[in-house]
């Protein structure tokens, strides 16, 4: 008999059990195992799009706007280390996390080709403590982090942006749009629960982001504009980019 639930913290590792490997396919079905991401990234002739070294449009807009000025930035998930790495060259202080250190030595790769200082940490952002992520950080970036985290590890995610955005901070978010022309499932948390899986990542509306972002406060959310092959600038129109500001009370 199995009585081991005691803390928050047991309930949500009792949930993360739920979405074990599926027998059709032998893997996380989460996705965001560390094994299953470091054998994602290790074949990187492959032709996936957000693998090319080139920043997210959005991110890029808001600098070029003025929405986001030079600070101390976190790229929460970075992969291959292709935002933080333009950060840094636009004069932040940049640190970046990722589960997987395939993507972190990449990402490494990037940084030190590009000439540019940017502190790669391997590890679960969500585990890791304030020695290691200090804050308060001005700028949060999450390029798809934050669509592959099953419901109930929402709220870990809520905690950190509290721990470590500082006050009128800035928090960029792209993850999966809900709808025509989207990816991402659209089950309900419900479902999710009840199918074992998240079928890859969870889509978005955008009532649903500003709800779970009800604490911030939306400087804009918008479909990402999609980028020619020639663009210098990551954009696919299945996905929603969010600017949201955290108030200074």
């Not at 002739?45 to 693998?51: A, C, D, Q």
């Amino acid at each position: 008999m199995d009585r081991t639930v005691r803390t928050v913290e047991d309930v949500l590792a009792l949930l993360d059990g739920l979405f074990g490997t599926t027998p059709e396919t032998g893997r996380l079905a989460t996705g965001d195992g560390r094994d299953y991401w470091d054998r994602f990234y290790g074949d990187r002739s492959r032709s996936v799009p957000f693998f090319v070294a080139k920043p997210d449009e959005n991110l890029a807009a808001h600098l070029d706007r003025g929405l986001i000025a030079p600070g101390r930035a976190l790229d929460l998930g970075c992969g291959p280390g292709r935002n933080a790495v333009h950060l840094a060259a636009r004069g932040f202080e940049v640190d970046a996390v990722d589960l997987s250190p395939v993507a972190v030595d990449w990402g490494r790769e990037r940084a030190r080709e590009a000439g540019v200082d940017v502190r790669f940490r391997c590890g679960d952002a969500f585990a890791l403590g304030a020695d290691e992520l200090s804050g308060p950080y001005d700028l949060i970036v999450d390029s798809g982090c934050f669509h592959h985290l099953p419901p109930h590890r929402r709220v870990g995610y809520l905690a950190l942006l509290d721990r470590v955005l500082a006050p009128g901070g800035l928090f960029a978010l792209t993850c999966f749009a809900a709808g025509e022309g989207g990816m991402g499932s659209e089950l309900s948390d419900a479902d999710c629960y009840r199918e074992r899986s998240l079928h890859g990542g969870l889509a978005y509306t955008p009532d649903a982001l500003r709800r779970v972002f009800a604490d911030l406060t939306e400087v804009e959310l918008r479909r990402m504009r999609e980028q020619p092959a020639e663009s210098p600038l990551f954009g696919m129109p299945f996905l929603w980019t969010a600017l949201f500001r955290r108030p200074t009370r």
